[in-house]
């Protein structure tokens, strides 16, 4: 068989590209070559940073058990990689170049992947379109005039753009599968503590995850099982029991799948396009043998108001580091030290993340901590109760990903709460800390019409059974097959 | 200012400690740096001590062990599962911007040592060093400071006594016990001028008969016992004067400067504290096993309080030399040390020298403080000087001066008698020579002697004495000038 | 809601200089996310236990292990402003 063209190669999964190269027919140096000449040429500013065309990293370790074959992998500016500038998107981290790599991004090396560009994303994570970068929006693929969705949006449009074969990301109330979602490709959000948080820039630490951004699911269950695994620098990863299968089933036979009807029906704006695809799933999911359970979730519908508490107060001590002491941004010329803080973190954050410190900060502040803090909290544990009460009667949870498909640059900027509300699909699950993927369910047109884009459709399972989820997302995207691509 | 200590007896005080104690764990609380001592600044940091972006802490194990020994040698209840917190603060020597440290559900809590109570136990980490560089030739008040981290997240102990104390002086004593305690354990240096125990001080007054606390003020870092002394005292007579005058005492921090024995207000901050405590996602909850507690438990070692019991009940010593000894660790170390060198020496002599003579010659030869420990006498040499007092080869005059040799210069006792001559005088021949020629020197001292005035043999075993340069024994010598005046 | 003031002191709180525009906006925006927040107040939460943390660990625990630590210049080399192997920052006490 001929090797592949430059265009043929661009559309092949990772795990396509690696049975060619295994099988002797394109030279892995090739696919790096070939993805780092489309980034270094690339208009969705989906990039901060890349590999230079021609000058290849090398793997650390190059012996025969590495499974990625040198392959190119985008990651999100959030992740630290030793000597490569680091900025998770912000000015205050400009010319910050950390002294270590990630635990996440080792392993993926230590598998025998490349870095091939550092990803541009919402500042800190908090964000979810991306127009929150201080380094200016990402352009969604299928429509440079809307967004491709936050926070990991850079990964998300790079994937979709064919400008990397795969791409990692982080989650911490939806940040992996929003965007997969808007950009028509895969995300997947593991269990929390599945994956090392050690050198992923912090947002709100006790919901903060690493996951894959991929073209298909078998390339997600690749990725996760390179990089999950019980950290010694991360005291509260546990990695996966029994490793990650890579899935091959072909339908849902026996599956039951709980549909929370008044959670779903709750929600505030979900376009029509979004509510007929999730209904067509439905339909798919029953053709391929699953049973649809009617199930309730009834404290989801304020996932997001526990989430805008307890998310904004953890960042507001996480951020609280940047203070131009050791490295990043100081405004010169302060004799006082008060002052120095104040500026340095004024210049430094841009509105959104200013936005946040101060309701966590708020959130926190003394006479305030029971109301806001403690409160969230105690939703949290409900939340995480419904699910489990949930997973007694149901193998896996589907909804919508976002209630929306790819919005308008600009469109949301003005109104903050409407920007939080993007998130209500994907933030109970991120509260209860369990697995959830997005993979594209089809197309819908936006409101007030124009071009189709793509919807996605959000599955989630109990904890540490990223297998079962793999599996039925698997059997779904066969069925679904989703061919559509951005122009 | 004044001492009239008048007002003792119209208010009572009310005084409670909070002591931090550096662990001698070999890393620091949440990273792999080594912990040191002295070194150039900043070589002994990574990510995580310098708060970078994305990096995690994680808990050491030996610092855990630790502070389980000093929760459980204070008598205190274990709490079955504790937590961290952030504390949230800006400095710069506080690089994450946050402690982590345990707040509402501390390590351990409700112990006792001795007659106080103690409130809570809980594990931290330490603060980087600041180091103030004066403004010289700069404009006025654009003064810089120097970040070093390398103390920077060791693993800290704090202890929080109940307000159970009522005098300075009791509080020194209390504290030097809870030292002995911690030394005793060998968990900590405890060295109050290297800053690995530090100690604030809470104090206040009420009127004597009164149940409620009065407003306390806040004394931080006295760092040594002498200060922790003074400054409590300087602080009572300070709120006893606004107490006289009817004014309030306001609730505040003071520093208390010990070369001018002054307490000064802390630079009040722009805004009050508002510590924002929130538990600490990146860690775990700690819930000793009973595994850990037990051995915790068998590591200890004798404390303060059983080895005064022994020192009572197997040495038979006097009750004040068993808690002087029991309760001074450096002290205590090396009277046990002495008394395994000790060759046939009862405890008792030996105690007698540690706590009489050895202590009163380090006192004349420096200032206060002397530590045994650190002087040139061995305590193998002190027991060698006992040992030979106690077998009648020296006197005892003449061991005073061998001791005053070896607080001077150290070596061996023997080495210094047989260099200086001071052995006994067994000869009695030449020792009756010299008690005639005593008599002979001085007739009208004998004669007095003679008529029965016993004072007046002084000079002539004055005399005495000084021919011998000490060597001779005292009662031989009265009974030689005695024979020598027929008064046999 | 939350009033100029209450904005004020919570940027203090968070290091964070605030221009007259800015505190404007941000008590307005403010106000409007805390109304929403605020339905979390309205429910019955009693006698539910907070969660702080969704995995079920305990005692992670580190060997008391020295691992080597940065070369003073690595550690030294990303920082604003240095002296003598140190940080140097605006005095405290100027
Ligand atoms: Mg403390
Ligand atoms: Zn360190």
Redesign the interface.
Same mark, same amino acid.
């Given at each position: 068989m001929a090797s592949p063209t430059t265009s043929e190669l661009l559309e092949l999964t990772a795990a396509g590209a690696l049975r060619r190269i295994d099988e002797g027919e394109l030279p892995a140096d090739e696919v790096f070559d070939a993805y780092a000449e489309v980034a270094a040429a690339e208009e969705l500013n989906a990039y901060l940073w890349r590999a230079e065309p021609g000058t290849r990293p090398t793997p650390p370790s190059a012996d025969e058990s590495e499974q990625l074959r040198g392959l190119p992998v985008a990651v999100k500016d *959030?992740?630290?990689t030793e000597g490569i500038k680091?900025t998770?998107g912000s000015r205050i *981290?400009e010319g910050?170049?950390?002294?270590?790599t990630?635990t996440a991004v080792r392993r993926l090396s230590q598998a025998g992947a490349r870095v091939l560009g550092k990803t541009n994303m919402d500042e800190f994570a908090m964000g979810s379109s991306n127009e929150n970068s201080a380094y200016g929006p990402v352009l969604n693929p299928w429509d440079r005039a809307r967004v491709p969705g936050g926070s990991s949006g850079g990964s998300a449009a790079a994937v979709a753009g064919r400008l990397a074969p795969w791409a990692i990301g982080t989650d911490t109330g939806g940040s992996i599968r929003q965007p997969a979602s808007l950009c028509g490709i895969v995300g997947l959000k593991p269990t929390?503590?599945a994956i090392s %948080?050690? #050198?992923?820039?912090?947002f709100? $630490? $006790?919901l903060d995850q690493c996951g894959p951004l991929t073209r298909d699911v078998t390339d997600a269950a690749l990725l996760l099982r390179a990089m999950e695994g019980r950290d010694?620098? @991360?005291?509260?990863s546990?990695g996966i029991d029994g490793g990650v299968e890579l899935p091959s089933r072909e339908d849902l036979g026996g599956l039951r799948v709980g549909v929370a009807r008044d959670f779903s029906h709750h929600a505030e704006g979900v376009e029509p396009g979004v509510a007929e695809t999730f209904e067509r799933s439905l339909a798919t999911i029953e053709q391929l043998g699953g049973s649809i359970e009617e199930i309730e979730l009834p404290h989801a519908e304020?996932g997001?108001?526990?989430y805008?508490?307890l998310a904004p107060?953890?960042a507001?001590?996480n951020l &609280?580091?940047y @203070? #131009?002491? %050791?490295?990043?941004?100081?405004v @010169?010329g302060?004799? @006082?030290?008060? &002052?120095?803080?104040?500026?340095t %973190?004024?210049r430094g954050?841009g509105?959104e993340v200013?936005?946040r410190?101060?309701?966590g900060?708020?959130a *926190? $502040?003394?006479g305030y901590?029971e109301?806001?803090?403690?409160?969230?909290?105690?939703?949290?544990? *409900?939340i995480?109760r419904d699910f489990e009460r949930a997973f007694e009667r149901c193998d896996l949870v589907v909804t919508p990903t976002s209630p929306s498909v790819a919005f308008e640059l600009g469109a949301r900027t003005a109104d903050?709460?409407a920007m939080?509300l993007s998130d209500y699909f994907t933030v109970p699950m991120s509260l209860? #800390?369990i697995p959830a993927i997005s993979i594209p369910a089809g197309l819908a047109e936006p409101p007030g019409g124009g071009t189709p884009l793509p919807v996605g459709l959000q599955l989630a399972a109990p904890?540490f059974a990223e297998s079962r989820l793999l599996d039925a997302a698997h059997a779904l995207e066969l069925a679904i097959d989703f061919q559509e691509r951005p122009a | 200012m004044t001492t009239e200590n008048g007002w003792r007896q119209r208010y009572e005080p009310v005084i409670g400690l909070e002591i931090h104690v550096q662990l001698s764990t070999r890393t620091k609380m949440f990273c792999g740096c080594e912990l040191s001592f002295g070194e150039q600044p900043n070589l002994h940091t990574c990510p995580i001590c310098l708060a970078h972006p994305g990096s995690l802490p994680v808990t050491n194990e030996q610092a855990v062990r630790y502070a389980l020994q000093i929760a459980l040698a204070l008598d205190c209840e274990i709490a079955p599962r504790s937590i961290f917190h952030r504390k949230n603060y800006f400095y710069p020597d506080n690089p994450k911007a946050y402690q982590i440290s345990q707040y509402d559900i501390p390590l351990a809590t409700a112990g006792r040592l001795g007659d106080v109570r103690i409130h809570r136990v809980h594990l931290e980490e330490d603060a980087a060093k600041l180091v103030h560089v004066s403004a010289s030739g700069r404009i006025h008040g654009s003064g810089s400071s120097l970040v070093d981290f390398n103390r920077g997240g060791t693993p800290l102990v704090e202890i929080v006594t109940e307000p159970d104390l009522d005098d300075p002086a009791t509080a020194r004593e209390w504290l030097q016990l809870l030292r002995t305690t911690i030394k005793q354990i060998g968990v900590s240096d405890v060295n109050m001028e290297e800053g690995s125990l530090r100690c604030d001080a809470n104090v206040s007054l009420r009127p004597v008969g009164a149940d409620a606390l009065g407003v306390k003020a806040e004394l931080k870092n006295m760092n040594s016992f002498r200060f922790l002394e003074r400054g409590i005292n300087a602080e009572l007579e300070r709120q006893a004067a606004l107490l006289d005058a009817e004014e309030q005492v306001e609730q505040e921090t003071l520093h208390f400067d010990p070369r001018s024995g002054e307490l000064t207000p802390l630079r009040s901050k722009e805004y009050a504290h508002d510590y924002r405590y929130f538990p600490e996602p990146d860690l775990v909850p700690l819930a000793p096993t009973e595994a850990m507690l037990s051995e915790a438990r068998e590591s200890l070692p004798e404390l303060p309080a059983s080895r005064r019991e022994r020192y009572l009940a197997e040495l038979e010593l006097a009750d004040k030399q068993a808690t002087q000894l029991a309760f001074d660790a450096d002290l205590g170390a090396y009277f046990e040390a002495a008394l395994a060198a000790a060759d046939g020496t009862t405890p008792k002599v030996i105690a007698n020298w540690v706590t009489g003579e050895l202590v009163a010659s380090l006192r004349e030869a420096k200032a206060d403080d002397a530590d045994p420990a650190s002087s040139r006498v061995s305590p193998d040499a002190l027991a060698k000087l006992a040992g030979m007092v106690e077998r009648k080869e020296i006197s005892t005059g003449a061991a005073r001066r061998v001791l005053a040799t070896l607080v001077a210069e150290g070596g061996d006792p023997t080495r210094i008698v047989e260099r200086e001559g001071l052995g006994q005088l067994d000869d009695s021949g030449e020792l009756e020579a010299i008690v005639a020629r005593a008599v002979e020197s001085d007739p009208e001292a004998a004669a007095r002697v003679r008529d029965g005035n016993m004072k007046a043999i002084g000079p002539l075993v004055g005399f005495v004495m000084r021919e011998t340069k000490g060597r001779a024994d005292g009662g031989e010598v009265t009974r030689l000038i005695r024979e020598r005046l027929g008064l046999g | 809601m939350i009033d100029r003031e209450q904005v004020l002191h919570v940027a203090r709180l968070a290091r964070l200089e605030l221009s007259e525009a800015e505190l404007e906006r941000m008590s307005e925006e403010l106000s409007g996310i805390l109304e929403h927040l605020d339905r979390i107040s309205a429910l019955d939460l009693d006698g539910v236990d907070p969660t702080s943390h969704v995995v079920a660990l305990e005692n992670v625990l580190r060997a008391d292990v020295p691992w080597e630590s940065l070369p003073r210049e690595r550690a030294l080399e990303q920082a604003p402003d240095r002296d003598d192997g140190a940080f140097r920052v605006p005095s405290p006490q100027a």
């Open positions: *959030l992740f630290c680091t998770a *981290l910050y170049r950390p002294p270590y990630a929390y503590g %948080r050690y #050198g992923m820039v912090a709100a $630490s $006790s010694p620098l @991360d005291s509260t546990v304020h997001i108001s526990a805008y508490v107060a953890e507001s001590a &609280a580091r @203070d #131009g002491v %050791r490295y990043g941004l100081r @010169d302060v004799a @006082d030290l008060v &002052a120095m803080y104040e500026r %973190r004024a954050f509105l200013k936005r410190i101060m309701l900060t708020y *926190l $502040s003394s901590y109301a806001y803090y403690g409160s969230a909290q105690k939703v949290r544990t *409900l995480a903050p709460l939080y209860a #800390g904890a | - | -």
